[in-house]
């Protein structure tokens, strides 16, 4: 299965001039379980890169976790119940991350909210981010944005915002309550609306006196 053995060789099955997965020659015999896992990691593939990319901050750690989730994936795949492979995969990519290459990670360690013992308003899973400010964007200032977040922040509103899992499987995929999801995305989307302010006010998208 071309997808597979691409990652298995230690390829990277990404081609960033065409933005798709690469197509190399097929190696050995389909089946059932190749061709299936096949279609869902192909189209899995852009969310499975872009997440790891936010979370990993390097291109070089991003290809790494997403080559092994990938095989961790296909290699669990009998274990998958069918209803979301992409909510399925990015539980595995985040798993990885926290436990492997968040140790990498270059600066200093970030404190958390509860560790902080902030108290945050909580975010309902009906809410949408602020379009306003968002929608107007130049899309790698949301990127460097994105960045200077912590990283428990990052990740919430990474899986949220831009991923669209709902809070149960941020809460499944990070391991933590549903509450402290709720928590970390509503401190996460305040802390990204802070960021922005400057330059969005600058650019003209919002007006002076807008209430973020």
Same mark, same amino acid.
């Given at each position: 299965? $071309?997808?597979?053995a691409?990652?298995t060789?230690?390829?990277? +099955?990404?081609?960033e001039?065409e933005g798709? %997965?690469?197509r *190399?020659?097929?190696?050995?015999k389909?089946d059932?379980?190749?061709e299936?896992?096949?279609?869902?990691a192909?189209?899995a593939?852009?969310?499975?890169f872009g997440?790891?990319l936010?979370?990993?901050r390097?291109?070089?750690?991003?290809e790494?976790?997403t080559?092994?989730a990938?095989v961790?994936? /296909?290699?669990?795949?009998d274990?998958?119940?069918?209803?979301?492979?992409?909510?399925?995969?990015?539980?595995?990519?985040?798993?990885?991350?926290?436990?492997?290459y968040?140790s990498?990670q270059?600066? +200093?360690?970030?404190?958390s909210?509860e560790?902080d013992n902030v108290?945050?308003?909580?975010?309902?899973?009906?809410?949408i *981010?602020?379009?306003?400010l968002?929608d107007g964007l130049?899309?790698?200032e949301?990127?460097?944005?994105?960045r200077? %977040? *912590?990283?428990?922040?990052?990740?919430?509103v990474?899986?949220?915002?831009?991923?669209?899992m709902?809070?149960?499987e941020? $809460?499944?995929?990070t391991?933590? +309550?549903?509450g402290?999801v709720?928590?970390r995305?509503a401190?996460?989307?305040?802390? %990204?609306?802070?960021?922005?302010?400057?330059?969005?006010l600058?650019?003209?998208?919002?007006?002076?006196? /807008?209430?973020?």
């Open positions: 299965m $071309a997808f597979v691409s990652v060789l230690g390829k990277s +099955p990404y081609r001039s798709r %997965l690469a *190399p020659m097929l190696f050995g389909r059932t379980k190749r299936a896992f096949e279609r869902h192909e189209r593939f852009s969310s499975v997440t790891a936010r979370l990993t390097s291109r070089e750690e991003a790494d976790l080559q092994e990938i961790r994936a /296909y290699e669990a795949f274990r998958f119940d069918g209803s979301n492979f992409k909510a399925w995969i990015l539980r595995i990519v985040t798993n990885l991350y926290i436990n492997k968040r990498r270059r600066g +200093p360690q970030l404190t909210l560790e108290i945050e308003p909580m975010s309902v899973e009906s809410e *981010p602020d379009r306003q968002f130049v899309g790698t949301v990127e460097n944005a994105l200077k %977040l *912590p990283e428990e922040f990052r990740l919430a990474v899986l949220s915002d831009i991923e669209e709902s809070y149960q941020i $809460a499944d995929a391991n933590v +309550p549903i402290t709720r928590s995305i401190r996460g989307r305040a802390m %990204l609306r802070r960021i922005l302010e400057n330059y969005a600058k650019e003209g998208f919002i007006k002076d006196g /807008y209430d973020l």
